[in-house]
């Protein structure tokens, strides 16, 4: 291919990619407007777990690492939001201090805190899980998450309240002269769309910069990037600072929309989420764990709408991320990319050959797609065939 058409094709890359972030964003301004209001709180509740989902995936998908423990930033910095706001909220909050911004004032310093406290916990627990690798690395994260459940819900020092959790009730300020009643579910949504689009841009900034870059070549060969002077434990250890901090920006968004934090946000089951998200949306692309979360949650919700589906709500999700591991190579985001080229090519057929051409087009593809099913359903049961079929 000649430079002039790596150029072009990267320019339609970008440009394709720029519309639909456009596109996405569009819609994501208008939907609180023609939504009910609990499809607002849905809507509200992915974007948190997106995010939440995208910043594991930097460990995971862009650096190799598979935690079990990431409950412990989110859940964690949900309850230094919530100590914050209810041992110093009454202090921070009064009229005088900000004027009457002063509840939006002590949220942003509760907001603050809570990453804080993630993040001086994410220092040393990353410096020592990231001497491990693969399973006994997810162990030792798993334990640690579970160390602050227990902590949380023994209710140590008197300061988490036990199984009950804290309640947190945003209440209303004014910013620049402009009334904002915080727990109103609208409000609250652009609040965090707001910070769900600046931290996606940061993640975005990070994974496509040279750091991104090496975290990718340690998940590729860890041996070969040392051996090329990488220090690969320190740049694990700073991935899973950075993937921290991000879970802990989700955490404190989390807690004023569910009004409560509870021990189970920092529960193994919490940490379980990012992972099944990831894995069903696609973790070797940017927006697979976005796209995981949306697949997600809504079906979570469509399913349920019928009471026979929600009492096998269990088997019915199963079900579908078998179906996705076994027709989808990168998940949610690989079918929907899939789908893309598939419609990309069906056009060209039908723009070149007419309707003839099209017809044949999908006689081709549903016969490559019948043989690739029956090669793989051979492979695996004469074992796998050869290793690099089998990998």
């Known amino acids: ?120 916990l994410a220092i040393p627990v990353g410096y020592l899980s990231v001497r491990l690798e693969e399973i006994y690395f997810a162990m030792i994260t798993l334990s640690f998450s579970m160390a602050l459940y227990t902590l949380a819900l023994k209710n140590v020092g008197q300061i ?93 968004l989390i807690v004023p929309l569910h009004s409560v934090v509870a021990p189970e946000l920092v529960n193994w089951t919490t940490s379980a989420e990012p992972v099944i998200i990831t894995v069903f949306g696609g973790p070797f692309a940017f927006a697979g764990p976005a796209l995981g979360t949306v697949a997600f949650r809504y079906l979570r919700w469509a399913v349920t709408q019928s009471p026979l589906l929600e009492a096998h709500w269990q088997l019915v999700f199963g079900t579908l991320v078998l179906v996705v591991v076994l027709f989808f190579k990168q998940g949610v985001y690989g079918g929907v990319a899939a789908l893309g080229d598939w419609l990309a090519g069906l056009s060209a057929s039908y723009r070149d050959d007419g309707a003839s051409g099209a017809a044949a087009f999908v006689r081709t593809s549903v016969g490559n797609a019948a043989d690739s099913l029956r090669r793989g359903t051979r492979q695996r049961s004469t074992g796998g065939g050869s290793k690099e079929g089998s990998q």
Not at 209 to 215: L, Q
Not at 226 to 241: E, Q, S
């Open 1 to 120: 291919m000649s430079t002039e058409a790596v150029r072009e094709t990267a320019f339609e890359w970008t440009t394709g990619h720029a519309l639909a972030t456009a596109l996405v964003g569009a819609a994501l301004v208008v939907a609180p407007f023609v939504l009910p209001q609990y499809q607002v709180y849905v809507l509200t509740e992915v974007l948190v777990l997106a995010l939440f989902a995208t910043g594991f995936n930097l460990l995971y998908g862009y650096t190799g690492l598979l935690s079990f423990g990431h409950a412990m930033f989110f859940g964690g910095a949900g309850y230094g939001l919530a100590i914050v706001l209810r041992d110093a909220g009454p202090a921070l909050g009064m009229p005088g201090t900000f004027g009457g911004a002063a509840p939006l004032v002590g949220l942003a310093v509760a907001a603050v805190v809570g990453i804080a406290f993630a993040v001086l």
């Open 160 to 252: 988490t309240n036990g199984s009950d959790g804290i309640t947190v009730i945003l209440g209303r300020a004014s910013l620049f002269g402009m009334p904002l009643v915080l727990y109103d579910r609208t409000t609250y949504y652009f609040l965090v769309l707001v910070v769900f689009a600046l931290s996606m841009y940061a993640l975005w900034r990070v994974v496509n910069s040279p750091f991104g870059m090496v975290c990718k070549a340690i998940r590729e060969n860890p041996e070969r990037t040392a051996a090329l002077g990488v220090d690969v434990k320190r740049h694990r250890w700073i991935a899973f600072v950075l993937s921290a901090v991000f879970s802990a920006i989700a955490g404190v």
